[in-house]
């Protein structure tokens, strides 16, 4: 059986962009967002898989000065704030961002700039 590019397993095209939420759920989908990367590795491995725009399996711990494991711990706060997916590939997992998430997360970011009844 062929292995299947990194590209097919788990980065289709990107969905539609996620519906941004109003008011109070806008604040706590966004403060889950802004935690998820309140982490400067985790901020960098989201700039190393935007950067490759494809799957990236064994890769970013060799672009981290992070242990294996911290770097896998990582992965998972991204992959539960819907920022990353990760298909499993025989003994290892590939990843990528999850687009969608990241057009809702610059989406809600911009909305703190936006005027309530002209007040700032």
Do not use: N, W
């Not at 539609?16 to 008011?23: S, T």
């Not at 992965?75 to 990760?86: Q, S």
């Amino acid at each position: 059986m062929a292995l299947r590019e990194p590209q097919e397993l788990c980065c289709p095209p990107a969905q539609a962009v996620l519906e941004v939420p109003e008011g109070a759920a806008a604040d706590e989908r966004l403060a889950q967002l802004a935690k998820a990367l309140g982490h400067p590795a985790r901020v960098a491995i989201v700039r190393i898989l935007l950067r490759r725009a494809s799957c990236v399996c064994g890769e970013i711990v060799d672009e981290l000065p992070l242990a294996q494991s911290t770097v896998s711990q990582h992965l998972k706060v991204l992959k539960e704030a819907g920022l990353i997916r990760g298909e499993v590939d025989g003994p290892r997992v590939c990843y990528c961002v999850e687009p969608a998430t990241v057009q809702l997360f610059k989406a809600l970011v911009q909305r703190l700039e936006e005027v309530e009844d002209g007040c700032l």
